[in-house]
Each structure stands twice: as structure tokens, then as C-alpha cells.
């Protein structure tokens, strides 16, 4: 189902179908299936909802992903869904990007920029 919204651009904000941010995109797949998260990055990754995963090599697909990308000391303010062999999908604000994509979580910037991830279901 996360698959289904590839493409679909970045908009500071947007809670989806059309456009979405991170966390409007792991609020919007989530609640198909039932499921109520936090609305911010913040939220969703500092809540105590779920199991935290801190290791990527402890991840199933399915458990949210969360990053550390703004030098801020907030270790969440990025948000994503674990696809598994070392993929996530996320609502990317890059500006060479600005879209639903995959991305590599095994080596580059989000490998180095991982925080934990959640497993609530």
C-alpha cells in the first residue's frame, strides 16, 4: 500500500493523498490499517507507542524509521516506513527529490542520520 503513493510531491504540511510530508505520509499509510500515530516527527519517534528498534539490523518491514537530519538535538525530525532488505519509503523534503521515495538505509546520509525505529503493530 505505501508503494502506491511513489511519486506523490513533498509539501510542508500535507497530510496526503495528493501531497504529503514525512510524517503526514506514515500518518495517512498507517491509518489504513487501523492504525493512529502522532502527527509530527517529533511525536511519532518520542512517544512511547510500540517497541523501539535501536539498530537497523533489528528492523522488520513494516516498523517506522527515524532521523536525526536537522543539527538541532532533536533525534527525530524525520520520519519513514522500514521496507526491509535495507530499504525505507518516505516523503522526501530534499530538494533533489521532494517525493514519496525509497531510499537506501544500509550505507549514505540516512544510514548515518538513523536514529531508531518503532514497531506498533
Same mark, same amino acid.
Do not use: E
Given at each position: 500500500?505505501?508503494?502506491?503513493?511513489?511519486?506523490?510531491?513533498?509539501?510542508?504540511?500535507?497530510?496526503?493523498?495528493?501531497?504529503?510530508?514525512?510524517?503526514?505520509?506514515?500518518?495517512?499509510?498507517?491509518?489504513?490499517?487501523?492504525?493512529?500515530?502522532?502527527?509530527?516527527?517529533?511525536? *511519532?519517534?518520542?512517544?512511547?507507542?510500540?517497541?523501539?528498534?535501536?539498530?537497523?539490523?533489528?528492523?522488520?518491514?513494516?516498523?517506522?524509521?527515524?532521523?536525526?537530519?536537522?543539527?538541532?538535538?532533536?533525534?527525530?525530525?524525520?520520519?519513514?516506513?522500514?521496507?526491509?532488505?535495507? *530499504?525505507?519509503?518516505?516523503?522526501?523534503?530534499?530538494?533533489?527529490?521532494?517525493?514519496?521515495?525509497?531510499?537506501?538505509?544500509?550505507?549514505?546520509?540516512?544510514?548515518?542520520?538513523?536514529?531508531?525505529?518503532?514497531?506498533?503493530?
Amino acid at each position: 500500500y505505501a508503494k502506491t503513493f511513489l511519486g506523490t510531491p513533498y509539501v510542508y504540511g500535507a497530510n496526503g493523498p495528493n501531497s504529503f510530508d514525512c510524517t503526514g505520509y506514515t500518518k495517512y499509510v498507517f491509518a489504513k490499517y487501523g492504525i493512529s500515530l502522532p502527527r509530527t516527527a517529533y511525536d *511519532q519517534g518520542y512517544s512511547n507507542y510500540g517497541t523501539k528498534i535501536n539498530n537497523i539490523s533489528g528492523l522488520k518491514p513494516g516498523d517506522l524509521v527515524f532521523f536525526d537530519t536537522i543539527s538541532d538535538g532533536d533525534l527525530s525530525d524525520h520520519a519513514g516506513i522500514y521496507l526491509g532488505n535495507g *530499504q525505507f519509503i518516505h516523503c522526501s523534503s530534499s530538494v533533489s527529490v521532494m517525493s514519496v521515495v525509497i531510499s537506501d538505509l544500509n550505507s549514505g546520509f540516512y544510514n548515518r542520520k538513523f536514529s531508531w525505529g518503532r514497531r506498533v503493530f
